[in-house]
């Protein structure tokens, strides 16, 4: 996709609801997950769409090092899966709560070694100035979101409850480092680009006894709905 065309924020709020969970029958998280928010978010620059990532702080006990959308496990003064993912984004980016417009949740996924994911998508200022939390974040920066719908990735597959799961990686310079995006924040930004650009090519997530795809938008095939009707003989 190299045409540049122009998606307002309407119509993104239209395309994204499509697939909010909020307006279906909601599923619980089996007791066995811990339970973690993050925030997709999005912002229009020069008419096109970008997405907001972090490059989590080196130091970190988990998941260090990594490209990663702000967010973390949920605390039990959290009133809902949302309010995790802002008080997140403040803590790690300062990012205002009142300055995001939620405008969908997307049914989640897991992380290793046992964390259900939501994920919440909201549209911030194009002019958010990040104040980073170096403890949890190393860098902040944005990559337009329609990027994850080239071809010019890797894969490599990981094993997980004896189930090969497809990973993508993304390569890109930033501020004169490569910088990779991979796993479930590859995922989602994938799931996110093809929402938003109406792309609904199926892309290979993992592998069962089925063709497995994209989790957000075809769910009855899903790895994660697989894996959630079978974890009771799962191992992470």
């Known amino acids: 996709m190299n045409e ?15 697939h909010d969970i909020r307006l279906k029958d909601k599923t619980s998280t089996p007791p066995v997950f811990d339970k973690a928010s993050v925030l997709v978010p999005l912002f229009q620059l020069e008419r096109e769409w970008h997405v907001l ?3 989590r702080s080196k130091h970190l006990r988990s998941h260090s090092g990594l490209v990663a959308f702000p967010g973390g496990k949920q605390d039990s003064d959290d009133l809902d899966d949302i309010e995790t993912a802002l008080r997140e ?3 790690e980016i300062g990012l ?7 405008i969908s949740v997307l049914p989640g996924s897991f992380v290793r070694p046992n ?8 549209i911030i200022p194009y002019n958010f100035k990040p104040v980073i939390n170096e403890h949890e974040v190393h860098k902040v920066f944005s990559l337009p979101l329609k990027r994850f719908l080239n071809d010019d990735f890797t894969t490599q597959e990981f094993e997980i409850s004896g189930n090969q799961v497809q990973s993508y990686f993304f390569s890109d310079e930033v501020d004169g480092n490569t910088i990779v995006t991979w796993g479930f924040t ?12 109406q792309d609904y090519k199926k892309r290979h997530y993992g592998y069962t006894d089925k063709y497995v795809t994209l989790d957000c938008l075809w769910p009855e095939i899903s ?8 974890y009771n003989s799962a191992k992470l």
Request: aromatic share 14%.
């Open 115 to 122: 964390v259900m994911v939501t994920v919440v998508v909201g």
């Open 4 to 18: 540049r065309v122009y998606i307002s924020s309407e119509d993104v709020r239209k395309r994204f609801s499509t």
């Open 186 to 197: 590859a995922s989602y930004c994938i799931y996110s680009a093809i929402i938003l650009y």
């Open 53 to 55: 990532l972090t490059v």
């Open 89 to 91: 984004a403040e803590e």
């Open 96 to 102: 205002d709560p009142n300055e995001v417009e939620v």
């Open 223 to 230: 790895f994660t709905n697989y894996f959630l009707t079978n």
